[in-house]
């Protein structure tokens, strides 16, 4: 009896795989996953956004006097504040998420591409630690005139179902192209800093994941991942637009 449940746990375990084997992750800065030439050079790190180093000697007592300075100082947005946007990642942010928060503010673009890290000679730091970019970002913002910074990040997971009734027809030369044989489920996941200018303080705001699924043919598979890719981030970035405006009363 043992035996068999093991078994069947296993050939569960495969069907799986066999079902789901195209699963991926991608950021939401680099959609161009079958060509890989978007130029896309990888994400801004959080620690490093939030001005955290990982090798600071940091005491009980610094992090009281944090939180005694911030206490009663909530980060918060207003209506038509200045907010600089940076999608990690990102040149400047997707107009999917610029056009609905212009909506609730005045926004500066700023670019989300991560430094190349060097030392003093040009070349890049073999050191793997993040180096704090916090001011650097709150400096660029504060020059553009904004008193809030809004950093970020989104990922996109997808999976892809095969159909069986149509793979039967794939062996047919030009037939098997065009009919859509695949199905593929995708859920996105955007979470954001909001950070003071003035002084660096920081709140975290997320969206629950969304999800969509579309079928396509072997024809229309790289199109069909990019129109769903975008109609999925226009609701995903218009849900976070309305998630902001519900936090702070806008």
Same mark, same amino acid.
């Given at each position: 009896?043992?035996?068999?449940?093991?078994?069947?746990?296993?050939?569960?375990?495969?069907?799986?795989?066999?079902?789901?084997?195209?699963?991926?992750?991608?950021?939401?800065?680099?959609?161009?996953?079958?060509?890989?030439?978007?130029?896309?050079?990888?994400?801004?790190?959080?620690?490093?956004?939030?001005?955290?180093?990982?090798?600071?000697?940091?005491?009980?007592?610094?992090?009281?006097?944090?939180?005694?300075?911030?206490?009663?100082?909530?980060?918060?947005?207003?209506?038509?504040?200045?907010?600089?946007?940076?999608?990690?990642?990102?040149?400047?942010?997707?107009? @999917?998420?610029?056009?609905?928060?212009?909506? +609730? /503010?005045?926004?500066?673009? $700023?670019?989300? %591409?991560? #430094?190349? &890290?060097?030392?003093?000679?040009?070349?890049?730091?073999?050191?793997?630690?993040?180096?704090?970019?916090?001011?650097?970002?709150?400096?660029?913002?504060?020059?553009?005139?904004?008193?809030?910074?809004?950093?970020?990040?989104?990922?996109?997971?997808?999976?892809? @179902?095969?159909?069986?009734?149509?793979?039967? +027809? /794939?062996?047919?030369?030009? $037939?098997?192209? %065009?009919? #859509?044989? &695949?199905?593929?489920?995708?859920?996105?996941?955007?979470?954001?800093?909001?950070?003071?200018?003035?002084?660096?303080?920081?709140?975290?705001?997320?969206?629950?994941?969304?999800?969509?699924?579309?079928?396509?043919?072997?024809?229309?598979?790289?199109?069909?991942?990019?129109?769903?890719?975008?109609?999925?981030?226009?609701?995903?970035?218009?849900?976070?637009?309305?998630?902001?405006?519900?936090?702070?009363?806008?």
């Amino acid at each position: 009896m043992k035996k068999s449940k093991i078994s069947v746990t296993i050939l569960f375990s495969l069907a799986i795989i066999l079902i789901f084997g195209g699963c991926r992750s991608r950021s939401i800065s680099s959609i161009s996953g079958y060509s890989g030439g978007d130029g896309y050079r990888g994400e801004l790190n959080e620690l490093s956004v939030l001005g955290v180093r990982t090798d600071e000697n940091v005491t009980d007592t610094d992090i009281s006097a944090v939180l005694a300075a911030r206490e009663g100082k909530p980060v918060a947005l207003k209506r038509g504040d200045v907010l600089a946007v940076i999608q990690s990642g990102a040149r400047f942010p997707d107009k @999917e998420m610029s056009d609905p928060l212009e909506t +609730l /503010s005045q926004i500066v673009p $700023l670019s989300g %591409v991560p #430094p190349k &890290e060097q030392n003093l000679h040009g070349r890049e730091r073999k050191n793997k630690g993040p180096i704090r970019i916090d001011r650097s970002l709150r400096m660029a913002a504060a020059k553009g005139g904004a008193h809030k910074l809004l950093v970020y990040w989104g990922i996109l997971e997808s999976a892809a @179902e095969p159909e069986q009734a149509a793979k039967q +027809l /794939s062996w047919v030369p030009l $037939l098997g192209r %065009v009919i #859509p044989d &695949e199905t593929q489920h995708v859920q996105i996941r955007v979470k954001a800093a909001l950070i003071d200018v003035a002084t660096g303080n920081w709140t975290m705001i997320r969206t629950e994941p969304m999800q969509d699924k579309r079928m396509s043919s072997r024809l229309t598979r790289e199109s069909s991942d990019l129109k769903q890719i975008m109609a999925l981030k226009e609701k995903a970035y218009a849900q976070f637009a309305e998630d902001l405006k519900t936090r702070f009363l806008l």
